[in-house]
């Protein structure tokens, strides 16, 4: 068995152990990572009512109702997780203004609530065709759209 000198085993090893420090993720069980998550669930129900809209997705009015329910539900999710940046050690994408313009952080809050309300609700009554729901996805999305720009980074 030829002999395998110890750096080249340990270094790769440092390496690789100091790369994965320097992970940008934040713990799952921080307000940060339940923040990122709760986001994550909302991109799984808008992703795929716009692929049905911009016909990535054969338009099914069942499923995406279903989806614009789920939206609605979990619209308030996130927003209970933003930590006073002081508070917290992990990485985050929300901008300094998300604290310092908490009530325009708020107002845009609210317009997503009400936007993801009335997608709901054209839902409830029944969707008969995309132009339908065309409209309503369309402030949602412009809702996501103004916080992001304001408020991440």
Not at 12 to 28: F, H, I, K, T, W
Not at 94 to 116: I, L, P, Y
Not at 123 to 147: N, Y
Request: proline share 8%.
């Amino acid at each position: 068995m030829p002999h395998v000198p110890l750096r080249s085993i340990f270094l790769p090893a440092m390496l690789v152990l100091a790369v994965s420090g320097c992970s940008r993720e934040a713990d799952p069980d921080s307000p940060e990572g339940m923040r990122q998550a709760a986001f994550k669930q909302l991109l799984s129900h808008s992703e795929p009512m716009a692929g049905m809209l911009n016909g990535r997705i054969d338009f099914d009015p069942e499923v995406f109702a279903i989806h614009a329910l789920a939206l609605d539900e979990k619209a308030d999710a996130p927003w209970h997780y933003f930590p006073d940046p002081s508070d917290s050690d992990q990485p985050t994408a929300a901008r300094e203004s998300v604290w310092s313009d908490a009530d325009g952080f708020s107002e845009r809050v609210e317009q997503f609530r009400t936007a993801t309300s009335r997608l709901a609700e054209v839902a409830r009554d029944g969707i008969d065709s995309p132009d339908e729901v065309r409209e309503p996805l369309q402030a949602v999305q412009q809702a996501c759209k103004a916080c992001h720009e304001g408020y991440r980074q």
